[in-house]
């Protein structure tokens, strides 16, 4: 099942690269009950698209909800940056659309 989001793109000092699409309450917990037994240490690893790009990663929870990190070769890609909104699509691996 791939889950598809609208989030405004946020910087957090957490682990590079610093920026990050905060996803929904409810999709965030609809990922967390499809993700059982491929989460570990609290990270969920995603296949996620933002336009034509498309990139593996992992998501990790902060304040109720999944951050996605975007690398900087999507940020580039797809000429985004923080307070832009960005349509994502996420979809665990293994999984077929």
Known sequence: MAWEFEAELI???GP?????APLPVDVSEDIKQAARG?????EVP??????D??????MWPKDGRFLLPIKVAVQRAERI????????????????E
């Open 81 to 96: 940056d923080i307070g832009d909104v960005v349509a994502a699509r996420v979809l665990l691996p293994g999984e077929i």
């Open 38 to 42: 491929l989460i570990y240490w609290g």
């Open 11 to 13: 910087s957090w000092r």
């Open 46 to 51: 995603v296949i996620a698209t933002i336009g």
């Open 16 to 20: 590079a690269p610093f920026v990050f």
């Open 53 to 58: 790009t498309e990139f593996d990663t992992a």
